[in-house]
């Protein structure tokens, strides 16, 4: 079995940080690309960050200069570091990550459950 569980959400002021980190663990061989999403309540979710097996790295307009992806290939871990928070950037935050499971010839997709964060004017 495999879990993937996001740690790191709360309730921030407007112009502070917050780090997100999210672990993946079980009969993992391998873990390929990693990403977080993000998602408000009846909107769509959206892409803020991924980080590849390379260290290629792509972010939302919205979070270029604020976001920092970064990941951990021994603790099989990814990093959002979330610097100037703003209201707007109050959503779930949801981690996705691609990994290639003990006795399988292919990557398989898991997320995570989400983890809130709230940011304060």
């Known amino acids: 079995q495999v879990q993937v569980k996001e740690s790191g959400g709360g309730l921030v002021q407007a112009g502070r940080s917050l780090r997100l980190s999210c672990a993946a663990s079980?009969?993992?061989?391998?873990?390929?690309?990693m990403a977080w999403h993000r998602q408000a309540p009846g909107k769509q979710r959206e892409l803020v960050a991924r980080i590849t097996t390379g260290g290629g790295t792509y972010y939302h307009d919205s979070v270029k200069g604020r976001f920092t992806i970064s990941r951990d290939f021994a603790k099989k871990t990814v990093h959002l570091q979330m610097n100037s928070l703003k209201p707007e950037d109050t959503r779930v935050y949801y981690c996705?990550?691609?990994?290639?499971?003990?006795?399988?010839?292919?990557?398989?997709?898991?997320w995570g459950q989400g983890t809130q964060v709230t940011v304060s004017s």
């Open positions: 996705d990550v691609f990994l290639l499971q003990t006795a399988s010839d292919y990557l398989t997709n898991y």
């Open positions: 079980g009969n993992i061989v391998s873990v390929s690309n």
